[in-house]
């Protein structure tokens, strides 16, 4: 069995981001050679995630006002935030868009569904912070 890893890294201008990484998580299984597996992408932060979903931006939009909505930025609101952070948020909206994703590799390409896509959400950005790309297969 083949195993093959990257990092990408992320150190976005705002403080709250989607950004479709499909490309780049495209490129790393043809770096890594396998044909047949599966493919990990997971932010190896508290406060950012990766999903799949589709690239829509009234879509994104959505998430964002819906996240906003559940988990509001208010460094007053949370107790998290008398630890001297100000992120609370971040980290309750990483916990409902989730940590990782696994897609299955056939032929060599990612095996997606018709409008999916991969995204890395950024939920406390202006620092720099990475997501791990994990393939393992033959």
Known sequence: ????????????????????????VEEAVRESGVREGLCLVNA?????????????EGLHED????LNKLAP???KRYRHNLTGEDNADA????????????VAITGGKLDLGPWEQI????FDGRRPKRVLIK????
Do not use: C
């Open 1 to 24: 069995m083949r195993t093959y890893r990257k990092e990408l890294w992320f150190n976005t201008e705002t403080r709250v981001a989607l950004i479709n990484i499909t490309g780049e």
């Open 44 to 56: 190896m932060h508290i406060t950012a995630s990766v999903f799949i979903n589709d690239d829509e």
């Open 63 to 66: 998430f964002l006002e819906w």
């Open 73 to 75: 930025y208010d460094p």
């Open 91 to 102: 980290h309750l909206k990483r916990q409902i868009m989730g940590r990782e994703v696994v």
């Open 119 to 122: 995204f890395y959400g950024e």
């Open 135 to 138: 393939i393992i297969g033959e």
